[in-house]
């Protein structure tokens, strides 16, 4: 069985800091991937970034970086210079490679103050 | 621009009515899921195709919920009879595999409110 852990429920920053979302795992497979998604009020679920785990460089996308521990089964994500457009639930998730379903995260609500 | 489509985006009804949330996957995609999503219970994963073929279903109350991909454009979920537990927004999501890049892409969802 594969499990994902958020252990933030909510969070806060100041618009143009930077924000650190927290998220650790369990597989006991070697390949997979994991992911970020967002969902902001309007409920759509948006890929912010994907991890493949044989890669031992970190992912990143404009603003958005991760800092991936394999060994720790850490994956957090970073958010730079946080705009009002970045508040929504993030997700963590995991996939493995033979297995096909998505596991996700309880998520973690993040408010940009303006 | 490819994207998987829901319907319906809202729905109301009463308790012991038939439900049925319909989903257009990406063309080309070859794995459907469908997962609900609720405060409580974050998402769940209720049930996925592979090339229209149902893989697994045990996170779908077997008794009321059922769902179906009468083809490759389209894939159903039905509620009979809904109860008020069943409230929630359901997700339909498509996508090429774990074996290519993993990633889902997901419809708006369906928000289900059984009275």
């Known amino acids: 069985a594969q499990t994902v852990t958020q252990s933030q429920p909510e969070m806060s920053v100041q618009e143009a800091e930077t924000v650190t979302l927290s998220c650790t795992y369990d597989?006991?497979?070697?390949?997979?991937?994991l992911f970020w998604y967002k969902q902001p009020p309007s409920r759509q679920m948006i890929l912010v970034i994907r991890q493949e785990a044989y890669k031992q460089q970190n992912a990143t996308e404009n603003r958005f970086s991760v800092n991936f521990q394999k060994a720790a089964k850490s994956f957090s994500l970073k958010i730079s210079d946080s705009q009002l457009g970045d508040t929504a639930m993030y997700f963590c998730?995991?996939?493995?490679?033979?297995?096909?379903?998505?596991?996700f995260g309880t998520g973690t609500r993040l408010t940009i103050i303006p | 621009d490819a994207r998987v489509t829901q319907t319906p985006r809202d729905k109301v009804t009463e308790m012991g009515q038939e439900v049925t949330m319909r989903c257009q996957p990406i063309l080309g995609h070859n794995t459907v899921f469908w997962y609900r999503q609720t405060m409580m219970q974050g998402l769940e994963l209720l049930a996925y195709f592979r090339n229209r073929a149902p893989l697994d279903d045990s996170g779908m109350p077997k008794d009321r919920f059922s769902a179906e991909m009468p083809d490759a454009t389209l894939a159903t979920l039905k509620i009979q009879p809904s109860e008020p537990r069943d409230s929630a927004v359901y997700f339909c999501a498509s996508g090429l595999g774990a074996g290519a890049t993993g990633e889902l892409f997901f419809g708006e969802g369906s928000r289900l409110t059984v009275l």
């Open positions: 998730a995991l996939i493995n490679f033979g297995n096909e379903k998505l596991t």
């Open positions: 597989t006991s497979e070697n390949n997979y991937y």
